[in-house]
């Protein structure tokens, strides 16, 4: 992965975390969950290869679908 890559999920994450305004045990949660899931996906697809483009557009689309979710799970 290019390092702008990672910088530019890490952006996304510090502006998710913003947006939701959590506790703090909550944010070091949400760091903490970032980076595992960070780290595994980077340690198995060293390489941008077709699995590994695969998997993100899955990732992708997986979350599209949770965010579109929200709404109807957690809305007031």
């Known amino acids: ?5 990672g910088s530019k999920w890490r952006q996304a994450m510090v502006d998710v ?7 703090d045990e909550r944010k ?3 760091i ?7 780290r595994g996906f980077q340690e198995t697809y060293r ?3 077709n699995a ?3 998997a993100n557009n899955r ?3 997986e979350g599209i679908k ?3 979710e929200i709404p109807t799970r957690y809305g007031r």
């Open 59 to 61: 990732y992708i689309a």
């Open 17 to 23: 975390i913003k947006d939701e305004e959590p506790t």
């Open 32 to 38: 903490a969950n970032f980076n595992h899931g960070f």
């Open 47 to 49: 390489e941008c290869t």
């Open 28 to 30: 070091a949660q949400m």
């Open 1 to 5: 992965m290019r390092r702008q890559e």
């Open 52 to 54: 590994a483009i695969e």
């Open 66 to 68: 949770l965010s579109g």
